[in-house]
């Protein structure tokens, strides 16, 4: 049975138990009200009786009785026979008039009647009401209320069948768009959207599919963008190394000083290739305990002046090579709390990545101060490059592996890069439980800053 049958059936089962509790309530309440009525109907035929018993007794007329009570026989049918006793002192006369229907539910009423001039004048009247015909009125009510809530039943059965097929239409047509999107996402076909404006949990469903494809699409250029990166990051270095090996081979068999100092110059260049492979499987293996949540970080008392003293002295040779200034303005600040290996890779991922977009009489400055901040004191280091900066768009995805940005162009001093070393960065700073933000503008330069708690 599809969802859509079954929304409708439980739908129409609902209403017709709906429907059915609510003609219980009004037969019952019908019942209550009938026989009421009935007391009442009975009441009025006494009333009547004690009426027509009274105006013959101040009349002394035992025959206008008789003519009274025939007449409210035609007007009362459920009154089915009279039988009077007339007293006048000792004198006693008795009358009746009509008699009980075999097989019917009568009632015998009594009616007492005094003359008020005469104490000993008085009339009584015994008469019989038959219930059935009293009931009958009630069930021709019932009858009627019967009819009008099946009328009423089949309109509102109607008019819910219709609505349980437009609600369950409503419902499917969504989760068969969203399977069908399912489908093509299975297909390979990802980035796949589906419109839909409602504010339901329906539409917090579509939101949540357009959010997984659109991220899907994402991995999957990613993916791209990682096989791209490993083919080139590989074959580049492999392609080098494999050149200079010939040559290095060719001149060693040459024998000459100058062959053999080019020799010398080709395995430093080999040596280059072979710490940008064991750089590029380092941050591979790095991304892998981010991925898996294996990141350690031994976090204790740490002074960071000293490591960034040696980080900046350590592209003092290769900035004076591209022509830009490295300052180093980290003064005297308190211990804070961090593993010191991984404070000094992110200070050179972020000193090298700014190495990499900025020009030659360009600048790089590392400081640093302590702030206060919700929930104590923090130190906050900033690496900050006159480079060339970056738009909006490429700042909202900086953080992501594998990803690098439109400025990524002509110019860039050095490999391109994977795309990996400011993601490991920010996994770094969020391991350390620190901040991590960037401020940049096209054309004048960026600044990255991280913060790190300070020791107690």
Not at 2 to 10: A, D, N
Not at 129 to 151: F, G, W
Not at 172 to 193: K, P, W
Request: charged share 25%; glycine share 8%; proline share 3%.
């Amino acid at each position: 049975m599809t969802i859509r049958v079954r929304l409708i059936v439980q739908t129409v089962f609902l209403q017709v138990i709906s429907l059915l509790l609510l003609a219980y309530g009004v037969f019952a309440v019908q019942r209550g009200l009938g026989r009421r009525d009935m007391a009442r109907a009975e009441t009025q035929i006494r009333l009547a009786v004690a009426r027509t018993a009274n105006d013959a007794l101040i009349q002394r007329d035992q025959v206008q009785l008789l003519s009274y009570l025939n007449f409210l026989k035609v007007e009362y049918p459920a009154l089915t026979y009279a039988r009077t006793v007339w007293r006048d002192g000792s004198r006693t006369a008795t009358q009746s008039l009509g008699a009980a229907p075999a097989g019917a539910r009568v009632v015998e009423r009594r009616v007492l009647v005094s003359d008020p001039t005469s104490a000993r004048r008085s009339v009584e009247v015994l008469f019989g009401v038959n219930q059935d015909v009293l009931q009958e009125s009630v069930r021709e009510t019932q009858h009627r209320v019967v009819k009008i809530m099946a009328l009423v039943g089949a309109v509102t059965a109607l008019i819910g069948l219709l609505l349980a097929i437009l609600l369950s239409r409503s419902l499917t047509d969504s989760l068969t768009a969203l399977g069908h999107m399912a489908e093509q996402i299975s297909e390979g076909r990802l980035g796949v959207h589906l419109e839909w404006k409602s504010e339901d949990e329906i539409g917090a469903l579509v939101r949540v599919f357009n959010n997984m494809s659109a991220r899907l699409a994402d991995l999957d250029v990613s993916k791209k963008n990682f096989v791209s990166s490993v083919t080139h990051e590989l074959r580049s270095p492999l392609g080098a190394i494999e050149s200079f090996l010939p040559l290095i081979r060719e001149k060693v068999a040459a024998g000459d000083r100058e062959s053999l100092a080019l020799s010398r110059e080709y395995l430093d260049r080999i040596e280059a290739n072979v710490q940008r492979l064991n750089r590029f499987i380092t941050d591979l293996l790095d991304v892998a305990k981010i991925e898996q949540g294996k990141m350690e970080c031994v976090i204790r008392r740490m002074d960071l002046p000293p490591i960034a003293a040696e980080v900046a002295q350590f592209f003092e040779a290769k900035a004076k090579a591209q022509g830009v200034a490295i300052e180093n303005a980290i003064g005297a600040l308190p211990p804070v709390l961090g593993d010191g290996d991984r404070v000094r890779q992110v200070l050179v991922n972020l000193i090298a990545n700014a190495l990499k977009f900025t020009p030659a009489g360009g600048r790089i400055r590392l400081s640093a101060e302590q702030v206060r901040e919700e929930g104590g004191k923090v130190v906050e280091v900033t690496v900050a490059d006159s480079g060339r900066g970056m738009d909006d768009a490429d700042r909202r995805r900086l953080f992501q592996p594998f990803t690098q940005g439109r400025n990524v162009a002509e110019g860039v001093s050095g490999p391109k890069g994977t795309g990996l070393g400011l993601y490991i960065v920010k996994s770094i700073v969020d391991q350390h439980g620190g901040r991590i933000g960037v401020e940049s503008t096209p054309g004048r330069g960026t600044l990255i800053t991280f913060s790190l708690r300070v020791a107690v």
